[in-house]
T-cell receptor
Framework: GEDVEQSLFLSVREGDSSVINCTYT??????LYWYKQEPGAGLQLLTY?????DMKQDQRLTVLLNKKDKHLSLRIADTQTGDSAIYFCAESMQGSSNTGKLIFGQGTTLQVKP | DSGVTQTPKHLITATGQRVTLRCSPRSGDLSVYWYQQSLDQGLQFLIQYYNGEERAKGNILERFSAQQFPDLHSELNLSSLELGDSALYFC????????????????FGEGSWLTVV
C-alpha cells in the first residue's frame, strides 16, 4: 500500500538542529522528497534522495535514508526563524503505470522560537 | 519562483457552481499534475497529463475533470461544487512523465485557493 507518515509538530530554538522524521510503507519507492510550504505559499522542493543512497547533504540540510526500516529524516542545522514552515515528505514509486505521481505525508509543522 | 503559474490565486463561489482553474507549466515541461490540499485529506494527487494525454488518475471525483491543451497549459474543471471541495489546488509540472526516475523533478505552483460557501 501507499502510505507516508510524519509527526505533526516540532518546536525548536533558533540555532538548534531540527530533525523531521518520516516513514513510508512502499518498498518500491525510488525517490523520496522533502518539500517546504511557507504560510500562504506553494510547495518548494528542498531536496530529494534516490533509494540506493543512505545520505545526502546540501548545505544546512542532511537527508538520511534507512531503507530497511523505511525511515527518512531531514536534519536542518542551525535552524533559523525563517525555517518555520510545514515540511512534507513525499515518495514516488516505479509502478506499472510509470507516472510521476507523488504520495505525500501529512506534513510536519516546524516552529522555531527565537 | 518555480515557473509554474496558476490562476486565479483565490476564488470564492457558491455550492452547486462550476469553476475552472488554470495552470501554465514551466517552460519546456510536458507533464502537468493536479493536487488537492485540504485540512482533512492532506495533499492528494488528482490527475496527471503528459503532452496532452491523460497519464495517471488519482482520487479525482467524477464532478472534476481536467485537460491539457496543445500549448501545454492545463485546466481543472470543478462542477456541482460542495462545501467539502474547499481546498488549495496545486498544479505542478515536470519535463517527463516519469520525472522522479529520470532525475528531473516536479515543481509546484503557488496554488489556487477555492472557498465554496
Amino acid at each position: 500500500g501507499e502510505d507516508v507518515e510524519q509527526s505533526l509538530f516540532l518546536s525548536v530554538r533558533e540555532g538548534d538542529s531540527s530533525v523531521i522524521n518520516c516513514t513510508y510503507t512502499d518498498s518500491s519507492s525510488t525517490y523520496l522528497y522533502w518539500y517546504k510550504q511557507e504560510p500562504g505559499a506553494g510547495l518548494q522542493l528542498l531536496t530529494y534522495i534516490f533509494s540506493n543512497m543512505d545520505m545526502k547533504q546540501d548545505q544546512r540540510l542532511t537527508v538520511l535514508l534507512n531503507k530497511k526500516d523505511k525511515h527518512l529524516s531531514l536534519r536542518i542545522a542551525d535552524t533559523q526563524t525563517g525555517d518555520s514552515a510545514i515540511y512534507f515528505c513525499a515518495e514516488s514509486m516505479q509502478g506499472s503505470s510509470n507516472t510521476g505521481k507523488l504520495i505525500f505525508g501529512q506534513g510536519t509543522t516546524l516552529q522555531v522560537k527565537p | 519562483d518555480s515557473g509554474v503559474t496558476q490562476t486565479p490565486k483565490h476564488l470564492i463561489t457558491a455550492t452547486g457552481q462550476r469553476v475552472t482553474l488554470r495552470c501554465s507549466p514551466r517552460s519546456g515541461d510536458l507533464s502537468v499534475y493536479w493536487y488537492q490540499q485540504s485540512l482533512d485529506q492532506g495533499l492528494q494527487f488528482l490527475i496527471q497529463y503528459y503532452n496532452g494525454e491523460e497519464r495517471a488518475k488519482g482520487n479525482i471525483l467524477e464532478r472534476f475533470s481536467a485537460q491539457q491543451f496543445p500549448d501545454l497549459h492545463s485546466e481543472l474543471n470543478l462542477s456541482s461544487l460542495e462545501l467539502g471541495d474547499s481546498a488549495l489546488y496545486f498544479c505542478a509540472s515536470s519535463a517527463s512523465y516519469r520525472a522522479p526516475f529520470s532525475g528531473n523533478t516536479i515543481y509546484f505552483g503557488e496554488g489556487s485557493w477555492l472557498t465554496v460557501v
